[in-house]
């Protein structure tokens, strides 16, 4: 198993409180993983952290040969280093067709989104294609993306992160609002899309958790509470007391 990320002895505090406490995790290569923990565990600040938006006080962040928390990087530097994030609302170019849109987000040597990148190369045609039918929406590729369903546009934002070619790609609640189905379609294309890059899912919905059949690392008080399958954590005396708020 080859590490990709490796977060190690990292604490963010704010005004005092420990949001991230001396945490320790690692990620593979290829990966599909879990993050869950009740609010307030420190989900979103370790998301920060990894993406650069928030520098820890304490610790490293090691992506590859490189300590990501030290460089001073900005937090498009590290998207460019291929770490993606998908916050929990959709954000797509709403007057802009699917087609444009991951059009638009085509890994470009100048940085995600430059401008003049729309070439109509066969190359890039190509890869929207498959991309659109990676996120199952072949079918729409020349409609409206304003005019899709709600669980379309966040499979739209996934194409796009996917189209910026990340190592890592960071999904916050991706199947909140969603439908069954649109949560079966969800876990699908998490899945495929981990078979060539690690996908990390922030989650509360435990049934959401299952489907994905991932390891799963529980957080709480900003550190790793428990680590394993999520029949594994469930059963740990820890994590039940910690979800009864006892
Ligand atoms: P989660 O995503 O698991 O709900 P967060 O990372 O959002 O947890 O928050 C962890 C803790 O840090 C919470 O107690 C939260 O109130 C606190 N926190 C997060 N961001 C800030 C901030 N910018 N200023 C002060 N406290 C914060």
């Known amino acids: 198993m080859t590490t990709l990320l490796e977060v ?3 604490s963010v505090s704010f005004d005092g409180f420990r949001a ?4 320790s995790v ?6 599909l993983r879990a ?3 009740p609010n307030g565990a420190g989900k979103t600040t370790f998301m920060d952290v990894v993406t650069g938006k928030t520098k820890p006080d304490e610790g490293r962040v090691i992506w590859g040969e490189k300590n990501i928390s030290l460089l001073g990087m900005s937090e498009s530097e590290i998207a460019m280093e291929g770490i ?4 929990q609302k959709p954000t797509v170019f ?3 067709t699917v087609r444009q849109n991951l059009a638009m987000a085509l890994k470009n040597p100048r940085g995600p989104f430059a401008v003049l990148w729309h070439k109509r190369t066969k190359a890039n045609g190509a890869r929207i294609e498959a991309i659109a039918e990676q996120i199952g929406l072949t079918a729409q590729l020349t409609r409206i993306a304003g005019e899709l369903s709600h669980g379309q546009k966040q499979w739209l934002e996934i194409g796009m992160l996917l189209a910026q070619e990340p190592r890592l790609l960071l ?3 991706p199947a909140a609002g969603m439908s069954v189905e649109e949560r079966e379609k969800t876990t699908n294309i998490l899945r495929e899309a981990a078979k060539t890059r690690a996908v990390v899912v922030v989650e509360h919905d435990m049934e959401f958790v299952r489907r994905l059949g991932c390891k799963v690392t529980v957080l709480h008080e900003g550190s790793v509470l428990a680590e394993g399958s999520l029949d594994h954590v469930t059963r740990n005396q820890k994590v039940i007391d910690v ?3 006892r």
């Open 8 to 10: 190690s002895g990292v």
């Open 20 to 23: 991230i406490n001396n945490l």
């Open 26 to 31: 690692q990620f593979a290569e290829a990966e």
């Open 35 to 37: 993050i869950i923990g």
């Open 84 to 87: 993606g994030r998908k916050f």
């Open 94 to 96: 709403e007057d802009q």
């Open 171 to 173: 999904v916050d609640e």
């Open 243 to 245: 979800y009864l708020g």
